[in-house]
């Protein structure tokens, strides 16, 4: 027959360090994503109609 003890024992966690670690991590994949985003509509925009229009369309966007 044997016996069975079981232990039980606590484990600190600093739960404002993990919040944040979480926070940013979270915030720098969501700015990764529209880095990554901003790049395509970029590349999109250049392959469609040339760097000519690109920059004439964000000109007029911008000064109306």
Do not use: D, P
Not at 27 to 54: F, H, K, R, Y
Request: net charge positive.
């Amino acid at each position: 027959m044997t016996t069975q003890v079981l232990k039980n024992h606590e484990t600190k966690v600093n739960v404002t360090q993990e919040t944040s670690k979480f926070s940013l991590i979270t915030v720098m994949t969501m700015a990764g994503l529209v880095g990554i985003w901003a790049l395509a509509c970029l590349v999109g925009g250049l392959a469609s109609s040339g760097t000519g229009n690109l920059i004439r369309g964000y000109i007029t966007a911008i000064f109306g």
